[in-house]
């Protein structure tokens, strides 16, 4: 791997399956950063992850790791419900923060980290990925410079019932402990809750990224054997209409995609699962010289992308491309307002919702 002279220093948070699937590897192959420091309370997965990736350092315990003054920025890998307590304790110790999405688990811890975020001058980034995929990139850039007005978006996000099969084939083989620190009961159990925390994170995020902030939305839920499909109908602040689409699982393929239509133009794009390292196949359609752009993106491994952009804001200044605490917050405030709308039967206006999901 070709490697910058200077080398963002930084230290991950979790030994867990993302930090083994994609962000040990994503670290090290990064052009700017350095696997500086490992760390997990389960020491048989700590020791495990040391040998094969060879950092400089590991630590059992996050306060140590915040401790060492030669670890810059931190990666916090680990379970939802953690991620609020742990990206604080990063700030207050003077670390840059990339963090897991979901930002967090209700708009309240989400909106109190904000407060702290905005107090220091460190970078704050969501592991947002997507927007970090070339294809969904070029697509932005193409509806904020050729299609003028936006009339309508779609965005879909259903995961397959056979998902597991193909993202066995592609991921190295996770190693599992005992030890693993895990919040209380178990995350998983709710699945409403589960579904729209991990993968209508991804959701809500990528309609923003390509429809700017959303005012209000209205959803409803089906739930029939044992699948769950979620459709939301949003208002976007710039007027668009939008309809999402969360279900889980399809009798199908895995399919992630979004239709964009404009005053001068369209945009779709079908989305791979991250884990093939497939720029999104993505179509712009310009009404100006009646024409399709579609952009190849031959580097689509996003979870390196992402730390990439991430050294880049920290060590050159660059402007910040991942999702941010704003975009973290307008994410948690959709997931919150898809549930309370589902309960009430009402649209939900997203400045005024509440609670969790
Ligand atoms: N961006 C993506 O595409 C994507 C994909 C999968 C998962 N994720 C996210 O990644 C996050 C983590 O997922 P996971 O499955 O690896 O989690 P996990 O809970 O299985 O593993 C986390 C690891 O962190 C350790 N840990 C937790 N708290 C700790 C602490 N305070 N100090 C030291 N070690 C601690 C645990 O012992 C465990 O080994 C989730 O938020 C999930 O949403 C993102």
Known sequence: MKKE???LRIGILGCGPIAQIAHFDACRKARNAELYAICDVAEDLLLKMAAIHEPRASYRGYDDMLADPNVEAVLIGVADPFHVPLARKAIAAGKHVLVEKPLGVNVEECEELRRAVRKTDRVFQIGNNRCFDSGIAFARRFIQEEIGELLALKAWYCDSTYRYTMTDN????????????RPEGNPKADKRRYFILT????LVDMARFLGGEMASLRARLCEKFGAYSWFVEVEFAG???GHLDLTIPIRGDFQEGFQVYGEKGSVQGTVY???????SAVECFSVKDGQF???LGEDAYTYKLQIEGFADAILKGTPQRGAGIDDGVAAMRAMAAIARSVQTGESVKLAEVTGGV
């Open 5 to 7: 002279e200077r080398l």
């Open 273 to 279: 699962l991250p884990w093939f390292h497939k720029s």
């Open 293 to 295: 752009r579609r952009p």
């Open 239 to 241: 007027g668009a209409l």
């Open 170 to 181: 592609l991921q190295p083989i996770v190693r599992e402990s005992k030890n693993a620190r």
């Open 199 to 202: 993968h209508g994170s991804h």
